[in-house]
């Protein structure tokens, strides 16, 4: 699909072209409703195309899919059938719901196909067997560098020469919608002898973009940078919601854990790689040479604009950070290359995080930490309230969208609202 | 099953008594030969009971089990049918492998159900969902701290107050007989400037074992000390790999990634908690008084004796260390109620491994790292040979057993053969 070169397609969908999900997006999500038990889709505008249902209608003619592939409960199965059937599979949709097609628009099957997209429950796009959460925001480690250590040597002596990265807990993996209870766990006052014990007191969200790997590879062998988005289904909003107070008396020296491991939110439909290459943009100049296996020959970042919203229980939405996935100092095919480069197999389904992604600037910041400095600068929000860090009740949503020469890709949301620690 | 206060039980399986694997111990584990696809066993002696035969042949009447059930591939719905279930078959077959009980032993479908297990190839027991690795032995986490930090004050202020542990990567942990390749990756001498890139010049073991649980927990649950035992299902032999040059280098501030992600290798044969119930010991006194989520009312250590055997490429198999899994510090019930306080759920077949077994004395350190003290002390080989770490061409194997009042129950063992790093 060469989206930018030719004339603005449209779809015979309405309303459908300043929506996240154009015919330009077509992102694969996993759904069910009252009546139809959890499948495949992809969304267009404020519907989803039911793919279980165009494939038992027989829209999928030309294309090798097994029986029941969509109705799986998850997409690793979809995805493992490899980029050049998945490809076929979007492009057929994306052919199928143009302004000028009539073979689904003016067919009888229309109303079964075409699912109201506020009326399903989206659950997770796929089994996530590993997750890894990289720091891969120069500006966001600066941030933490600078007020946890100091400010003069905020980024330590490995950030420019690797993707520092750590595993992360992939259960607790959710889709937007789901609410998260507050953790309880550790923490200590530094004026204090003993830890404290009880609901985190510093919760925060990290505004994050994750992508999801296709493709397997088997021990011992690494991805060259070159190669890396053949590994790349596609991407999704990440929040990695962080209790700071655990995580600063827990993490030296085997690094975050329980500070983490409560929640992370997704959104819950996977942008592919494809939809996003009109967007794809130049990283940040590395200041640092790097070793050869982390060196590129093509710009790997994407100019995805990234907002959060809070909102308090009883209260509006407030705008507090403005971000962009291309502030990005390591971009995604040097952290597949790192992954891989100690012989590390990846599988179809892993999840792998950005990191919170802070730009120059403060409304870029990409968490509270970071928002209100570490509470000393808490946010004032519409009615006079303020937040040094979320509060029970509030609800945090992140959107996410390209775009550019009139095409428009966009995420949709994560939303997820914060209930008090269970038990209490 | 009282096994300590009745006379010695005895299986018709010939040469058991010695056995890692008597009657007493009844493992499950996934296992394939020549003829037979994946399916699960259980061992006893140098035999193993094909349970999807014994089903089959109907020696499970009064046990509700799924059709197939042993035909998965895996363990994991197995486990999942809860332990009320799992015990009865493991006591069916205790009650079918006595010497007394004629119902297999004079059985025609006998030579069908008895597999010989050296011919058997043996696969990973379950399918890990998430992998968690503790560092839980005072001994090891003060030697570390006293090389790499200050032996005044080895370990850190957290240690005594919380089990600390971190996320591992679950997609390369791979069972017994499986070689690793040598993990490539960055590393830095501290006389220079720049770091370096190759084939890790540190390669180690470490002496871990890891419990499989065997129940979910929900988002935002947490599972008390007193609840603990109920949610594990067994134990392995756990070797964490670790790259030891990789590792000092990535691993501030977010904890070791690929210094560790390469391979962790694991003894095929789960050994249920309650073949383990003979060995139950007093952990150490806790120094610190902990929090009120992590005190216990029993004992949950056991008294498991480990041993580490090096075998270069053309040499003879030499004994490098003696440990006890009763030297731990933190027990599992601790690692499990820390791992769930802030609410994060667990999964059926997740790993929670230890952290490198290390006892008092020198000849318990379980790592090259302690054993060879940062390598500033090589270890003596039989044949005039000596190691500061592992060698290309090396094989590990760990062991372990407990034995008391004549009953014997072992792991086997979890061997491992390192081949050069790939693509050099």
Same mark, same amino acid.
């Given at each position: ?21 154009t ?20 969304a267009?505008? %404020?519907?989803? !195309? ?43 949709? @994306? ?11 003016d067919? @009888? !099957? ?17 089994? !996530? ?20 250590? %100091? ?25 937007s919608? @789901? ?47 070159? %190669? ?11 929040? %990695? ?5 655990? @995580?600063?008396?827990?993490? !030296? ?23 996003l290459e ?5 990283s ?41 996935y ?99």
């Open positions: 699909m060469k989206e930018q070169k030719e004339a603005i397609m449209k779809s015979w969908v309405s309303g459908t072209q300043n929506s996240d999900f015919i330009y997006n077509l992102p694969f999500g996993i759904f069910k409703n009252k009546r139809l038990g959890p499948r495949a889709g992809i267009i505008g %404020d519907k989803i !195309v039911d793919l279980s249902a165009l494939h038992d209608h027989g829209f999928f003619p030309d294309i090798k899919l097994p029986e029941r592939i969509f109705l799986e409960g998850s997409l690793n199965r979809f995805i493992r059938l490899g980029k050049p059937t998945t490809k076929k599979v979007r492009e057929r949709v @994306q052919q199928l719901l143009s302004e000028e097609n009539p073979d689904l628009k067919h @009888q !099957v229309r109303g079964k196909v075409m699912i109201t997209r506020k009326d399903v429950e989206m659950l997770m796009p796929v089994e !996530v067997g590993d997750y890894t959460d990289f720091y891969s925001s120069k500006e966001h480690a600066t941030n933490v560098g600078s007020m946890f250590r %100091d400010p003069d040597n905020a980024l330590l002596p490995n950030w420019k020469h690797l993707p520092v990265g750590y595993h992360g807990r992939a259960s607790s993996i959710i889709p919608g @789901q609410p998260i209870y507050r953790p309880k766990g550790q923490f200590k006052d530094p004026e204090k002898k003993e830890p404290d014990f009880g609901p985190t007191r510093k919760l925060d969200f990290e505004l994050e973009m994750a992508f999801i790997t296709g493709k397997d590879t088997k021990m011992g062998d690494s991805i060259s940078t070159e %190669d890396a988005e053949d590994y790349i289904f596609g991407f999704v909003l990440f929040n %990695d919601w962080s209790a700071r107070d655990i @995580q600063a008396w827990e993490y !030296v020296p085997l690094g975050p854990f329980l500070g983490k491991s409560f929640a992370s939110s997704i959104s819950p439909w996977i942008v592919t790689l494809e939809a009109p967007f794809r943009a130049p940040p100049i590395q200041e640092v040479e790097v070793l050869p296996y982390l060196k590129c020959q093509k710009d790997h970042g994407f100019d995805i604009n990234l907002e959060v919203f809070l909102q308090p229980e009883k209260g509006n939405e407030n705008l507090i950070c403005k971000s962009n291309k502030y990005m100092y390591w971009n995604i095919a040097q952290q597949l290359a790192h992954q891989t480069i100690n012989g590390c197999n990846i599988k179809v389904g892993d999840m792998y995080a950005s990191g919170t992604i802070s730009g120059p600037t403060k409304e870029n910041y990409g968490s509270m930490l970071e928002l209100t400095w570490k509470g000393s600068q808490p946010l004032q929000l519409e009615g006079g309230k303020e937040r040094k860090f979320i509060e029970d009740g509030d609800t945090v949503k992140m959107k996410g969208y390209g775009e550019k020469g009139g095409i428009r890709v966009g995420f949709g949301e994560v939303t997820t609202k914060v209930l008090p620690a269970k038990g209490n």
